[in-house]
């Protein structure tokens, strides 16, 4: 399978969705889901297009929940849907709502790591909310507030009338009976839809503002963006966080894209989605983790050739081909620490790498090599304080390539046979940092170490601009344009 046919499968797909999203049995879905819920069809029709785009089975070609009829577990839940979003207009007094106003909303924060990126961000505005479903307990500024909301669906609105609310439950019905019809889980869309529905408006019926920033873009979300606007809020916009790969980037929607670099946000508009702006500001992750800190990377011994590792990133792959050009990728680097033994390799993985079983067939291909496993953290900065204190940075498909090559540090994709399309898709920038096989990567490795061409390497802004003042960058533009 050859990685155009990858990637132009990828890129049907995208196509088929929006498809079926014109063919008349999901389209009059649609269309009675919006009437019901008082929504516009076309933020509706988007919607669906994000929850297909996120259920596709790339390696199966079909959809891990849509493609099949519905389970009782689906069924299940949509009844219980349906019977608490009629049950909770009788409870809407024993649950008043106070909203508040803040100057900036951040929503999709899941951890404390995730809530400490905003810290620097907090001091350009006089109130922020962090949205999360679940409690946050890290140390965060005074200005800083944390709103968590049920993690099931036990959102009481305010803006629903009796009438909408019986008409649902006779829509159930109509979903049942187009499910068994048409041999497709419409149930998973309903309850989706209807989840949504109900947490965005519980959520800003409670919070307000004129700024809402999405912590990871592709979770926006068309759904999200309306009730939000509905809700007095004006501006929409999410951050970059990885590579444009087709998979994870198709159909997203928002006002601002704050993009890594100049060039790495030009396909956006190409895989479905709709941006209206896209403005470059660097990376919140590299501010946090090496500008905001002290530096701390004296205790790492300095690395010839760093390996980075990717989060995961063979869930991300659509094909056994592209596994198979990721454990080829491993054969490179350990092959070359076995042929130079005075080159130190290092290889480093993300710290999720260590959440989940190791991978058994990469350790062993390690196991019988020169290169050195870094195993944790042993700095502030993590994999930045390994990537600066190297003289070269590796990856399969880690975002932190683009990030170094935009701060002046030689950095490069381990890209065998180029199966790996599916992540530089319109970013032919990026070409010339790609090796296509192990001579190519062997030849360069060699001519940058032996002649000291790491040094006083240009940072390139198309990949990343310089990410020292990402936070500033971004609240200057946001107070500029509200």
Aim: charged share 25%; hydrophobic share 40%.
């Amino acid at each position: 399978m050859s990685q155009r046919f990858i990637v132009d499968r990828l890129k049907k797909k995208i196509i088929e969705i929006i498809n079926i999203c014109k063919e008349e049995k999901t389209a009059e879905f649609i269309s009675k889901s919006a009437l019901i819920l008082n929504l516009p069809r076309s933020v509706l029709e988007n919607y669906v297009k994000n929850i297909l785009a996120k259920d596709t089975n790339h390696r199966k070609q079909n959809f891990n929940h849509f493609s099949y009829n519905f389970k009782f577990k689906d069924l299940l839940k949509a009844s219980l849907l349906c019977l608490w979003f009629f049950i909770s207009y009788f409870l809407l007094y024993l649950f008043p709502q106070k909203k508040k106003n803040y100057d900036l909303v951040v929503d999709g924060i899941i951890s404390d790591i995730e809530a400490s990126r905003w810290q620097e961000i907090s001091k350009y505005f006089k109130k922020v909310c962090l949205v999360s479903k679940q409690k946050l307990n890290g140390d965060f500024r005074r200005n800083i507030k944390i709103f968590t909301y049920p993690k099931f669906f036990f959102f009481v609105g305010h803006n629903h009338t009796l009438l909408s609310r019986i008409k649902i439950i006779f829509f159930f019905f109509k979903v049942f009976k187009i499910s068994i019809k048409y041999k497709k889980n419409y149930f998973f869309l309903f309850n989706l839809i209807l989840y949504n529905f109900l947490k965005y408006n519980y959520i800003f019926k409670n919070v307000s503002s004129n700024l809402l920033i999405e912590e990871k873009f592709y979770t926006t979300s068309a759904l999200k963006n309306y009730i939000f606007k509905k809700n007095g809020g004006k501006l929409t916009s999410c951050i970059q966080k990885n590579i444009l790969e087709i998979k994870l980037s198709s159909f997203i929607y928002t006002d601002i894209f704050f993009s890594l670099g100049k060039s790495t946000a030009q396909a956006i508009n190409r895989f479905g989605g709709k941006v209206k702006k896209i403005i470059p500001v660097g990376s919140l992750y590299m501010e946090r983790d090496w500008f905001n800190q002290k530096p701390d990377i004296d205790k790492i011994k300095e690395i010839d050739i760093l390996i980075l590792g990717g989060n995961q990133i063979k869930l991300v792959l659509s094909s056994k081909d592209q596994v198979n050009a990721y454990y080829e990728s491993i054969k490179w680097f350990t092959k070359f620490s076995n042929k130079y033994k005075n080159i130190k390799v290092c290889l480093k993985h993300h710290d999720s790498y260590f959440n989940v079983s190791p991978d058994k067939k990469e350790l062993k291909m390690l196991k019988n090599s020169n290169v050195d496993f870094l195993p944790s953290y042993d700095n502030k900065h993590k994999s930045y304080g390994y990537g600066f204190k190297s003289k070269i940075c590796c990856s399969f498909a880690s975002t932190m390539i683009v990030e170094f090559l935009g701060h002046g540090k030689p950095s490069f994709f381990l890209d065998p046979n180029f199966y790996n399309q599916q992540f530089f898709e319109h970013f032919s920038e990026l070409n010339k940092y790609r090796f296509k096989t192990y001579k190519n990567f062997e030849k360069k490795m060699i001519y940058l170490l032996k002649n000291k061409r790491y040094k006083n390497y240009k940072a390139n802004n198309d990949f990343c601009t310089n990410s020292k003042y990402v936070s500033k960058k971004i609240a200057t533009y946001l107070k500029k344009v509200s």
